[in-house]
């Protein structure tokens, strides 16, 4: 019990350690995955009343939080949950929140068939005060070479506001607000988008960021200073910063990374609950296995995680290097190390038309675009962005990309002459490099924001070859274990083979020709141990084949057991069925050879059938077994059975009545000896039958009942009526003829219209008449003991006055 408790405490300890690290590990897993949200030149937001809507894009999906101007988050809205992946513009009409969305669709590219490229689609939806989505459009597509920069609402209609790629114009499209329509009601056909205003650029500038509103549209160019609809709000900067979730939101947030640490956290307590199942087993080799794979897999596993890191460490540098190696050529290009004085009057000046003009070629240059997301001249001291390649200058850095970025000027204040830090905008993966212009008093720097090398569509392609390593070397690894496991193993297998065999009673395997000296010895062992138990086995068998022959049959059957086993005295039970009982007139020397025949046969039947011996009368003379209710081939049975015992000898005359009736079957007796017994409702009945048909030589009488119930139609002839049973019913007796020779059946089939004549006028008490047919009968027939009894019956009755319809009972 002690030992018990235990185990039962070790067992929890392990469940409670289990936990807590899977708390740690999916801790540090969610701080990669988790949403930085703060408040950037690229945020959405709108404010409605009191409450601040606020747009934040994370990976794979854009999220719409309400909030008050402490950032408590009363609502939130997800727009995975209809297939959308980023939130471009948010605006506010009347008492519903407009958003406009976007996602990538597959197209095949017209130039090559075989080729698919990703087009942007976008959708707006209407949500109400709480964000439950209320209204939507279909998707539609814009030019590419325009993005979307602002999205207002007015009176009568929706607005986006685009830019081109280029920054020369801005354009801006009217949607009636009317096309948005149920989630389930989107109609199939194409939305209406109507161009209602556009701008160029002046000569040498270009747009970075317009929007629309109900004071005209409004553009920010390359040389402005963010103000108004273009700076950034104190009051909602500050509400984000402060943004607070419910335990709810976070959960709903995070949804499925949650389930999937559920999921990850019950598959492995089933997998520790198997694993201390099997331990219990004490199963050595299972322990050796387990213990040996599993340290195999955390060493092979740990060491191509750290491969892993260093390839994609090395690709981050090497990728790195690329940018820095191209900022330092820009910043010799455009002759960016020359001193440079930022101040208002040079953004008029020919010199920041030539680097504005250089640093916006850089980004479009074939090779770049795939890479540089922008790069732009970076102050140091104040950490204003003095002239970029997206034009979002005069303006701080963690104003345009966020916080993440101050450690760059930290970094190279520290002499450090190139540097490099991962950050997250909008969702996306980005790393920002940084090269020191001056080298020897750094003023400014060179800044490129660069995509990252590894996304997570791409992790398990950039590291095929090292987890195809990794799959090979632990495979190989294990089969070595495994192989040096099996040979260490392979004569105590052996071994344990022939102990199961000696165990279970199978047959002693061979011994292997190779084994040790240290398990020879146990095979001498195992072999005597085998040969005593076969003897011990034959004993038992000849043992058991001697009482067996003197048991009953089918008692399991017939008292609803499934073994004999569960046979105890003093089960009892009421049943239905056929009554055989067979009466034996032995004669001749070869008697018993002949009964002993009949026996085996009734045997061979019982083992196929539901039949069950009953009893015999110590001389053998009275036979009498039971079918249960469901037999109801109990007369074809008995003509197989009268020619396979006896065929056409007449050295033993064999009769048997068949009977159906209610019985009270049951085991009497003590541990030591039992017997079986039956009394049905009509036995004295069944008896006297018997009696009379062994007495004057019939084979097989069966009952009007069972004639229904086989629906016997084979030869028969009436014997006549026995009496009444226990229900008050006339029992009818009938010979089946089929059971006699084949003489002796064509003579009684010869004779059956004659022999029902006269026992119709038996039956009509014209003795005199019937009494000469039957003796015409037996002239033919001299072994007929039945025609031969009629005789003597009409003979009686014509000297006695009859009365009724007694002379129709045989008198048994």
Known sequence: MASKSLRTRIIIVLYIISFTISLFIFSALMSRVSVDVECTAYSQYTVSGGDIYYAQNMKGTGGIFKMNGKGNVSRMYLTKSIGDKRILGITNRGDNIYAVLSSFIEEKDPNDPDAIKYTAAYRIICLDKKLALQTQTQKFTISNDEMISGFSADDKALFITTISLDGQYVRVYSVDVNQLKDPKDVATDALKVSSVRSKKATEGRFFADAIYTADGLLVRTDSDVPAGAFAIDPYIQSAV?????????????????????????????????????????????????????????????????????NQADARATEHSRFGIISLISLADEAGLTENIEYTDDFYDSERYFEIAGSLGEFVKREGNSDIFYDVFVYRLRDGVVCASGSGRNRQTLTEVYGQDLDSLAYNIYRGQRYTAVDTEIEGQNYRAIAAAVDILAPEYALVGIINSTTTDATVFADNRGVILVFLLIYFLASALVVLVWFLHMRDITALEGALSATALGGEMPEKPVFIGRDIKDMWDSVTEIHKRIDEIEYAKIRILEAYFRFAPKNVEKVLGKKSILEVQSGDTCSIQGTISMIGLDLKGGKTLRKLDKMIENIGVYQKDHNSIIIGKAPDLSRLQLLYLHDEKQCVRSYIDLFGSSFGNSDHANISAVLFFDRSRFGVIGSEEESTTYMYSDNQDLITQISRFITLHGLGLVITETVKRRENINLPLRFVGYAGKDTDGNMVQLYEVLDVYSAKKRAERIATLDRYNEALRLFYEKDFYIARTKFSDILKETPDDDLVKWYVFEADRYLNENVEGDAHKIIHL
């Open 241 to 309: 910063s402060n943004m607070k979730l419910t335990i709810g939101q976070l959960c709903s947030l995070y949804s499925t990374y949650i389930i999937w640490y559920l999921a990850g956290l019950a598959i492995w307590f089933i997998v520790l609950y198997l694993l201390i199942k099997t331990f219990e087993n004490r199963n050595r080799s299972f322990y050796y296995i387990v213990i040996a794979e599993a340290t195999l897999f955390f060493i092979v596993l740990l060491g191509t995680i750290q491969i892993a890191k």
